[in-house]
């Protein structure tokens, strides 16, 4: 027997029911979050010649460095063998540098190098200007609300989330 879902946090009561999936809010922000990213990669791919993967990898590596394989693949969303075959490629082109971890031998500490950082300063000013763009499309009003709701989603995505 199905159980019913949990009230809303809010204590506000729930909205229609979807009809659909495309009804299902999560359904729609998955959807408007692969068109952001389509355009990114699009653009990433013409301009700079990286994969949107590439271009998480080198902007994480470029604002926290040196990260672990393990850490990158948990910062980026992507699993440790994709992110291993992207840093792998990355390495290869030498725009990411393998070296020593400095608290366990056995790890590996990955950073950019110096040709990598060049192309990371001009990937995150694209990505700055995008994320401009998309701020620029709201009232002020609306983006404190979004920010707002991305804020409480996440959260109550976490607190749904069961442990591994």
Do not use: C
Request: net charge positive; glycine share 6%.
């Amino acid at each position: 027997m199905p159980h019913p879902p949990p009230p809303p946090p809010s204590g506000l009561p729930p909205g229609p029911e979807p009809a659909t999936i495309r009804d299902l809010l999560s359904y729609r922000i998955h959807r408007l979050a692969n068109a952001l990213s389509r355009g990114a990669a699009r653009r990433y791919r013409l301009e700079f010649g990286v994969s949107l993967m590439e271009w998480r990898i080198l902007a994480l590596l470029g604002g926290f460095a040196p990260l672990t394989l393990r850490d990158l693949a948990r910062e980026s969303g992507l699993d440790k063998a994709q992110a291993s075959r992207a840093v792998k490629a990355l390495v290869a082109r030498g725009l990411v540098e393998r070296a020593t971890g400095t608290q366990d031998a056995r790890e590996v500490a990955l950073r950019l190098s110096a040709e990598g950082a060049r192309l990371q300063d001009g990937l995150m000013q694209a990505a700055r200007a995008r994320d401009a763009a998309f701020r620029a499309a709201l009232p002020a009003e609306t983006l404190a609300v979004l920010e707002e709701a991305i804020r409480l989603l996440q959260a109550e995505a976490r607190r749904q989330t069961p442990p591994e």
